[in-house]
């Protein structure tokens, strides 16, 4: 096994900050002759230690696999995280890096801890990396206006609907990846065809329901659309569906996996008396989703 630089860490959202962590490894490997790693978890560590206090998560795993490949990390390995993993010391888990990764240098963010009570900071794995003969590299925050870019930030800024301050922190905008399922057909009988999302994961934060501007990604290609993201009251359906009518597309998309990108929130969902009033609605819609993509 070739030696490897890694980094080590939750990387929930793959955000800006997690991005200059990335291009450091990357950059290291690509000068040593290493291999490019990232050891992540999955669960989040808190939905094991202290499952009240877990966050929704920016990136499932398979979204944050994309994210840190197309960032040029070779290898991605997905840490199942249990409570035995947890209790292991830093000095057991780097030895854990060694065996498994052919750990040579390993890259941190500037406030990462690992380990048992999370003891393994930046001074004990500097000491650690002397005696064990591996390089530890600490990259500094990304800040704006001071403030670094945190996971914690950005879900606080998708939570209440702030897609401009989360698509900055993010250096993209906020997304999701979903697999189109048959829906009810009704878009097709007045004019707007759309395609249906199964329910996205349960730990995967959305942003607050309405009628959304969206990029839809399918194999490379982008495509403008407006999405209703929540209930159906003109139908009574309460539960949350995400349907996105594609704006320049006709096609059957049906079982293909598509990464929807939210732009701008356009209204709240609402319940309409007629048929004629829906219709009339989606076109307003429709003129406002492509006035929000077009800027």
């Not at 997905?78 to 780097?94: C, D, K, W």
């Not at 704006?144 to 250096?171: K, M």
């Not at 697999?179 to 065809?193: D, L, S, Y």
Request: glycine residues 10%.
């Amino acid at each position: 096994m070739s030696g490897a630089v890694v980094t080590v860490g939750t990387f929930d959202g793959v955000h800006r900050g997690h991005q200059r962590v990335l291009a450091e490894v990357v950059e290291r490997a690509r000068k040593g002759g290493l291999t490019s790693v990232l050891v992540t978890f999955d669960p989040h560590p808190l939905e094991i230690l202290n499952p009240p206090a877990a966050p929704k998560v920016l990136t499932l795993t398979d979204e944050k696999r994309d994210l840190v490949s197309a960032a040029g990390v070779e290898r991605v390995v997905v840490l199942p995280f249990t409570r035995e993993v947890a209790q292991q010391t830093p000095e057991e888990f780097i030895r854990r890096l060694r065996a498994e990764h052919a750990l040579e240098q390993l890259v941190l963010g500037y406030d990462h801890a690992f380990g048992r009570g999370r003891s393994g900071d930046e001074a004990l794995v500097r000491r650690l990396g002397t005696a064990e003969g591996f390089e530890c590299v600490v990259v500094d925050a990304v800040r704006e206006d001071g403030q670094p870019i945190s996971s914690t930030l950005i879900r606080t800024a998708v939570a209440h609907g702030d897609l401009a301050g989360a698509a900055r922190w993010l250096g993209r905008p906020y997304s999701l990846l979903g697999r189109v399922v048959p829906g009810a057909g009704r878009g097709r009988t007045i004019g707007v065809p759309t395609i249906n999302l199964a329910p996205p994961d349960a730990r995967k934060l959305l942003p607050p329901d309405g009628v959304y501007g969206v990029w839809v990604w399918w194999r490379g290609t982008r495509y403008g659309g407006m999405m209703n993201q929540g209930p159906r009251p003109t139908f009574a359906e309460q539960g949350r569906t995400l349907e996105v009518h594609l704006l320049d597309f006709a096609g059957d998309l049906y079982g293909e996996t598509v990464r929807v990108d939210w732009v701008q929130r356009l209204r709240d969902v609402q319940a309409f008396p007629s048929r004629d009033a829906l219709v009339a609605q989606l076109e307003r819609d429709r003129q406002a989703a492509r006035a929000s993509l077009n800027r």
